[in-house]
């Protein structure tokens, strides 16, 4: 619409030019032409000019959350530009089209630095969203022109995690979850520590001093404490069976609210967790060791990039025996503990039946 406003004013500037032929009428009118083919040409070389990345930034939000994802542009010219806008495809892992989100930038210095623009977004599923820049459009100064091209860029991951939730669990006695407790650590001496130590703390009253962290109290000149796994931590297994399933992202998004929802919850009863998962990159069962909240957030990246789709077969050969005494969670979103069955979920529910029930794993 704009290059067409542009043309009928070129040609009305024409047609009145030929009507009045005083020589001060065709200076301004040369002029003004001047000026509109400068602008046109100025939208069309200016763009390749123009460089975007997207910088360093944290790459965690929660589903149902606004988050926001920052784009900088970089201008090798000697001309500031007033006007830009990027294209970018937006689309989960799982999917095979996205959706189109434009970015409107108000301006790009010339040589003097980076500028930043914000893209605010919200995710309506939990998973990876693969962030693609596809194009970027300069716009000359009077807006009558502009000209794109395509960028090449790399897809930039956002992850995207479930809300937190509180799900009431009811535990068995600890010593019932694996055949494998955590050993408390009684002696500090060099090669007598077996266990791993949870956190450092400054000294208490109380205390045991050969607890005491020697090293950081020397550096510091305060008592630290080394506190390690209490006697009542157990490894507690839980499995995700993602076979003989079309994994859209509707289904992953279910298996994640409940997975997360439920490892959230076990952190509250003192528990170590490993959940494992098949992969097909590697053809095999990955498995990773949840001790506390931040690892939640560690293991959803790896959970995430994982291709989980298998068949029944692959995934009990690669299996075997992992988790038959812990939990499993699989496609059908059939929630078992020890062999024995706990739960079904509603895909359509997931987030509601999480809240809404207690779960009682004392059987």
């Known amino acids: 619409m704009r290059k067409l406003f542009a043309l009928i004013i070129i040609f009305a500037i024409w047609y009145f030019a030929g009507m009045n032929t005083q020589s001060y009428v065709l200076a301004s009118v040369i002029s ?3 000026v509109i083919v400068i602008a046109f040409i100025f939208s069309r070389v200016i763009r390749y000019k ?6 360093p930034q944290k ?5 149902n959350r606004e988050g926001s994802l920052k784009l900088s542009t970089k201008n090798k010219s000697v001309l500031p530009v007033n006007r830009l806008s990027i294209n970018l495809e937006m689309k989960y892992k799982t999917d095979k ?3 189109r989100k434009k970015l409107y930038s108000g301006a790009a210095g010339c040589n003097d630095g980076d500028t930043t623009a914000e893209l605010y977004f919200t995710a ?8 693609i820049p596809k194009k970027i459009r300069i716009y000359d100064y009077f807006g009558f022109f502009s000209n794109s091209r395509k960028l090449r860029l790399e897809a930039y991951e956002v992850f995207v995690l479930p809300e937190p939730k509180t799900v009431s669990i009811l535990m068995p006695p600890f010593g019932t979850y694996t055949s494998h407790p955590v050993a408390d650590s009684s002696s500090d001496k060099a090669g007598d520590d077996h266990s791993e130590i ?8 109380g205390d045991l001093m050969r607890h005491i962290h020697r090293n950081l109290t020397a550096k510091t000149e305060k008592l630290w404490i080394k506190e390690y796994n209490k006697e009542n931590d157990y490894i507690f297994d839980l499995v995700l069976d993602s076979s003989d399933a079309n994994l859209t992202t509707e289904l992953l998004d279910a298996l994640y609210e409940i997975v997360f929802s439920i490892l959230g919850s076990l952190m509250e009863n003192e528990v170590i967790i490993k959940l494992h998962w098949y ?9 990773a060791e949840i001790s506390n909240r931040e690892k939640i957030s560690e293991t959803a990246t790896l959970l995430y990039k994982s291709d989980m789709s298998c068949t029944s077969e692959e995934f009990h050969n690669a299996a075997g025996d992992v988790g038959k005494q812990g939990m499993l969670i699989n496609s059908r979103l059939e929630w078992y503990f020890k062999g024995e069955h706990i739960f079904s979920f509603d895909i359509e529910a997931v987030e509601k039946q999480l809240i809404g029930n207690i779960f009682d794993l004392r059987r």
Not at 125 to 131: A, D, F, N, R, S
Not at 198 to 205: A, C, Q
């Open 32 to 34: 003004l032409l001047t």
């Open 50 to 55: 123009i460089d975007i990345y997207i910088p």
């Open 59 to 63: 790459n965690l939000m929660f589903k």
């Open 97 to 99: 089209s996205g959706t």
């Open 124 to 131: 309506p599923y939990c998973g990876l969203i693969e962030v």
């Open 198 to 205: 949870r956190l450092l703390r400054e000294y208490h009253d």
């Open 279 to 287: 992969d097909r990159v590697t053809g095999g069962i990955r498995t």
